[in-house]
């Protein structure tokens, strides 16, 4: 696609429910990565996927939290047991290209998903 | 834990101002980059500097690289109303293999007034 698509844009759960947020990242972009923002907070790194393999889950806040990619392509965040300090915008982006000899990736954001944990 | 704070947190102007806001560690960063977010949508990248000391220039925004590369500046001159949004900075760590991860910034919520 054209960008980083994100779904669903909004959701709205329950405490101990789990939810599933998904990326579908731009065609081609080898690099996914799944930031959180709370309100007030900047981003905060989750986990980082090159290919299907996650060399660093160093983010995740805890064990209620995984992702997974298939295909090279589409990812999903898991949140299992929701706790309302769950509540954040969960973005994902992803990149192609690497700034040689700087490791500053170029990073191509969706639009989030707004997660409001009841 | 690298830490990027930004200042002011707030900025409230009216349109043709300039102003300049601020980027800035104590940890040396291998590159930094600067994003604009509107409400509802992802960060959009508008530069990285590399060079300590680098000045880049966008239209009328100029983003400025600290000479040990722990600090940056963006100023815009001559503000406009399309410049509101939420400017983030983020720094990319130096080696260590882990300079994929991103630090960020709050960020600086700029409204930009008719």
């Known amino acids: 696609g054209a960008g980083v698509s994100q779904s669903p844009s909004n959701k709205v759960t329950e405490k101990g429910k789990d939810v599933e947020l998904r990326c579908d990242p731009i065609s081609g972009h080898t690099a996914l990565y799944w930031y959180r923002q709370s309100l007030g907070q900047g981003l905060e790194f989750l986990i980082y996927?090159?290919?299907?393999?996650?060399?660093?889950k160093s983010g995740l806040p805890s064990d209620r939290f995984s992702a997974e990619r298939t295909g090279g392509s589409v990812s999903t965040l898991t949140i299992q047991r929701t706790q309302q300090e769950d509540s954040a915008v969960y973005l994902c982006?992803?990149?192609?290209?690497?700034?040689?000899?700087?490791?500053?990736?170029?990073?191509?954001f969706g639009s989030g998903t707004q997660l409001s944990v009841l | 834990t690298q830490l990027l704070e930004q200042s002011p947190q707030f900025l409230s102007i009216q349109e043709g101002e300039n102003l300049t806001v601020y980027c800035n560690s104590s940890?040396?960063?291998?590159?930094l980059q600067w994003y604009r977010q509107e409400p509802g949508e992802g960060p959009v990248l508008l530069v990285t500097v590399v060079t300590g000391g680098e000045v880049k220039k966008l239209k009328r925004l100029t983003f400025q690289f600290g000479d040990a590369r722990k600090d940056s500046s963006l100023h815009i001159t001559a503000a406009q109303t399309g410049d509101t949004g939420l400017y983030l900075c983020?720094?990319?760590?130096?080696?260590?293999?882990?300079?994929?991860?991103?630090?960020f910034g709050k960020g600086t919520l700029l409204t930009v007034n008719p």
């Open positions: 982006a992803s990149s192609l290209e690497y700034f040689a000899g700087t490791g500053a990736e170029k990073l191509f």
């Open positions: 940890s040396v960063f291998s590159s």
């Open positions: 996927f090159q290919g299907n393999s996650a060399p660093d």
């Open positions: 983020a720094g990319a760590n130096v080696g260590g293999g882990s300079n994929y991860k991103l630090t």
